[in-house]
């Protein structure tokens, strides 16, 4: 994505409020996102990767987020 603005020469679709919120609050949860992960990738720079005791398997964590996508959904009939 690129910093520079739109040309001038091109009208811009303007937002209804809601959907500005929407959009800037998508931001806000991946800006902190990214925030978590630049952490512990710098814990690990600086610290060495973490002992196998202190890690979580992979299967479990699939498992705890299809648990917490499968609650987000509604049922279907």
């Known amino acids: 994505m690129s910093d520079q603005p739109a040309p001038s ?3 811009r679709q303007q937002l209804d409020p809601a959907a500005a919120d929407a959009v ?3 931001a806000a949860r991946t800006r902190a996102d990214a925030d978590r ?3 512990v990738l ?3 720079a600086a610290n ?3 002992s196998v005791e202190e890690c979580t398997p992979w299967e479990e964590l ?3 987020h299809l648990a917490r996508l499968a609650r987000q959904r509604p049922a279907v009939a």
Do not use: F, S
């Open 9 to 11: 020469d091109t009208a």
């Open 37 to 39: 992960l630049a952490g």
């Open 62 to 64: 699939r498992e705890q």
């Open 48 to 50: 060495g990767l973490p």
């Open 24 to 26: 800037r609050a998508y």
């Open 42 to 44: 710098e814990d690990i």
